[in-house]
């Protein structure tokens, strides 16, 4: 079974630029997670979609951050303008279940960005 | 808001050592996650804990819930240099996201 894949794996802009990252889940899985994880932090939690519709965007900096999941499958975070603090690990997850507080969580290998 | 703590932040070992890591929530949980990660790595899912004063076991990790529903270990038994890396607890309630802790970071000698 292919894992959660993501693109691209690194990124190097500069600040007040724009950047997207994709996300495509494991086969089946409605329910896609965005994180945000800093150097020595834990993960935490941008936005959860289950199927295409936004189920907690509550952490996410809408006034420079934007997601979607048009279809339900893959998804794009996007950041515009970013800042030196957006520098970071883009998590995506997926799961097979629907979002409960219990689902079991898989992850993707990250897109690290950093913002000089 | 939820918070959830963990400690120690670093800890280092010699290979056959054991090692532990304690996580606390500040509100009770519905059930707590553990995820590994490895250097240069992603998360990876190993075990949900659910009921309240729950001991689970993988090999030669134990995981424990609790009886209040607020705090998680986890404890490694004579650790080995693939052990290495950060161990995040990820506390949830029902209907909401999970929120993960720091995370503790487990160095190995042999």
């Known amino acids: 079974e292919a894992g959660v894949a993501q693109s691209p794996r690194y990124k190097i802009i500069e600040k007040r630029q724009s950047v997207a990252f994709w996300c495509n889940p494991i086969s089946g899985h409605a329910t896609l997670y965005w994180y945000q994880q800093i150097l020595g932090q834990g993960p935490k939690l941008l936005i959860q979609?289950?199927?295409?519709?936004?189920?907690?965007d509550s952490q996410l900096p809408k006034d420079r951050f934007s997601a979607e999941r048009l279809k339900g499958v893959d998804s794009t975070l996007k950041i515009q303008p970013a800042k030196l603090e957006d520098s970071a690990v883009y998590l995506c997850?997926?799961?097979?279940?629907?979002?409960?507080?219990?689902?079991?969580?898989?992850f993707g290998p990250g897109t690290r960005l950093l913002v000089l | 808001g939820q918070q959830v703590m963990q400690i120690p932040q670093y800890q280092h070992v010699q290979e056959g050592e054991d090692f532990t890591t304690y996580c606390n929530s500040s509100t009770t949980l519905s059930n707590i996650q553990w995820y590994k990660q490895r250097p240069g790595g992603h998360p990876v899912f190993l075990i949900q804990l659910v009921k309240s004063g729950e001991v689970k076991k993988q090999k030669r990790l134990t995981f424990q819930f609790g009886e209040a529903k607020k705090n998680s270990s986890l404890h490694i038994t004579a650790t080995q240099t693939t052990d290495v890396g950060t161990y995040f607890c990820a506390g949830g309630q029902a209907g909401t996201a999970l929120i993960f802790g720091k995370g503790t970071t487990l160095s190995v000698s042999s």
């Open positions: 979609f289950q199927n295409n519709g936004v189920v907690d």
């Open positions: 997850a997926s799961s097979l279940e629907a979002p409960s507080g219990r689902e079991t969580q898989y």
